[in-house]
């Protein structure tokens, strides 16, 4: 019996931002590489917003939108991993965008390394400048580092040897690094594919959920689709200015000194109990910090107004 699965899931979570979500789908239609399926899962979100997956009429994109809102990526990823029939799994976010040899690179690069997860190196860009999210810095390893999941591509595989994404409201840091350091802790082979082939939009930032007509995806589309070696070369122009902006920036020392303690136990207790995490006592505080800071980034996205 032939298999006519496709090589690739890419997972889009959707919210209520039609014009972000319309640019991200054209980056995946852009692709070089084409043996994909496109589940893009709303959470909860209005009608508008599934009129743009049957605007484009390709059949490699399909449509589901959640009962209820989750507030976070987590409920749209699992359900996109439930229904996925890829053997790879991608994700990007509905505000961000790839280059259109993203998956090509990343699909030959795996299969090279013969990684559970790959990932490449993402320009986050801000109103204020640009920031690179690559490898784990000196001293640092996956099992603590942050790594957006616009830049990954993961075996099928690992859902069944890491389970799905955990629930926002049990974690002290965001979902997307807690799966990720888990994949690690899990002792799974992670590789760094050294080329800048996706852009991140900070929604924070961009206010991208208010009453605004301020969308640099659009603009930053339209160069991809012209000249992407020029864009490129413009971003790290401009992330080299911002660096020499921010370099003499650092955390306080008690700030440094909790996180550096939250890292040792986390590494050292979860190597032998995977429920640890959510019971030591510092995490109760972590958690209460991390959700006080991810409600005021909601405002500021415009999600709680």
Known sequence: MVNNYPLITVIIAAYNSPITLRCAIQSVLNQDFKDFE????????DKEIG?????FMDERLHWFNLPKNIGSQYGPNNEGLKRGKGKYIAYLGHDDLWFSNHLSNLVNFIQETDSDLVHCLCACIKPTGFYFLGPPSNGRNYTNSFVPPSAWLHK????EECGFWNKQELLSIGVDQDYLNRIALARKKIS??????????VSSDWGLYSKTDNFPQLSYLQ???????????EILFKCAAYYCLTINERNSILRS???????ILYYINFNFNFNYRYRWPLNYLFIYHYQKARKKTRKLRGLDV
């Open 38 to 45: 496109v589940l893009v899962i709303g959470d909860c979100c």
């Open 51 to 55: 009129n743009v997956i049957y605007e």
């Open 156 to 159: 099928r595989s690992l859902i």
């Open 192 to 201: 760094f594919y050294n080329n800048l082939i996706v852009l991140k939009f």
């Open 223 to 233: 160069k991809l689709e012209k000249d992407p070696q020029k864009l490129i070369e």
């Open 257 to 263: 000194f909790i996180n550096l303690l939250g890292n």
